[in-house]
T-cell receptor, first 110, second 118 residues
Framework: RKEVEQDPGPFNVPEGATVAFNCTYSNSASQSFFWYRQDCRKEPKLLMSVYSSGNEDGRFTAQLNRASQYISLLIRDSKLSDSATYLCVVNSPGRRALTFGSGTRLQVQP | IAGITQAPTSQILAAGRRMTLRCTQDMRHNAMYWYRQDLGLGLRLIHYSNTAGTTGKGEVPDGYSVSRANTDDFPLTLASAVPSQTSVYFC?????????????????FGPGTRLTVL
């Protein structure tokens, strides 16, 4: 089983739609969680960290469910510019590394 | 320089040749990393360095070597390239190393090097 699993998509949604991505992780000792965004043929960039209490940044909301070991990202009022691949990232202390999911691709259509 | 730079941007290489991918950061970050990204597999850690003078192996280190002579530079060398090393290579850095009890540690990535080994 992969340490971090994501639905690869693509998720094709119209502008203005709300879309949610889930990600599951296997290491129950994981302590830090992030969502990164990667545009086509570009480097990944941090979108937001995921805190235990959940956190919101504008149209983006991240949630953590430790009991079920999953992380979610909700995007409201989707924009064309939200089209990208979203990477779920988990900091696994035992390995002293960040583990990246393979990404979920979002395509927002006019 | 602002952030992380990588060179070359892309390269086509004959199998068996030696190749060094360059990475330089100007943020005075302690930790640096090399990843490869392949379709369907996501980013996989090759080697890392928590501080100048130290390096460690990641998930897929075979066929690669690194050095960290100073804070700013972290070159990745393929001693004898093979076609399976065709990939996009990303260098990254963070202020502090991962897994040392910190709850937040953003990694900043360079623009990547597209390497094709024929």
């Amino acid at each position: 089983r992969k340490e971090v699993e994501q639905d690869p998509g693509p998720f094709n949604v119209p502008e203005g739609a709300t879309v949610a991505f889930n990600c599951t992780y296997s290491n129950s000792a994981s302590q830090s969680f992030f969502w990164y965004r990667q545009d086509c043929r570009k480097e990944p960039k941090l979108l937001m960290s995921v805190y235990s209490s959940g956190n919101e940044d504008g149209r983006f909301t991240a949630q953590l469910n430790r009991a079920s070991q999953y992380i979610s990202l909700l995007i409201r009022d989707s924009k064309l510019s939200d089209s990208a691949t979203y990477l779920c990232v988990v900091n696994s202390p035992g390995r002293r590394a960040l583990t990246f999911g393979s990404g979920t691709r979002l395509q927002v259509q006019p | 320089i602002a952030g992380i730079t990588q060179a070359p941007t892309s390269q086509i290489l004959a199998a068996g040749r030696r190749m060094t991918l360059r990475c330089t950061q100007d943020m005075r970050h302690n930790a640096m990393y090399w990843y490869r990204q392949d379709l369907g597999l996501g980013l996989r850690l090759i080697h890392y360095s928590n501080t100048a003078g130290t390096t460690g192996k990641g998930e897929v280190p075979d066929g690669y070597s690194v050095s960290r002579a100073n804070t700013d530079d972290f070159p990745l060398t393929l001693a004898s390239a093979v076609p399976s090393q065709t990939s996009v290579y990303f260098c990254a850095s963070s202020d502090r190393p991962n897994g040392l009890g910190v709850s937040y540690n953003e990694q900043f990535f360079g623009p990547g090097t597209r390497l094709t080994v024929l």
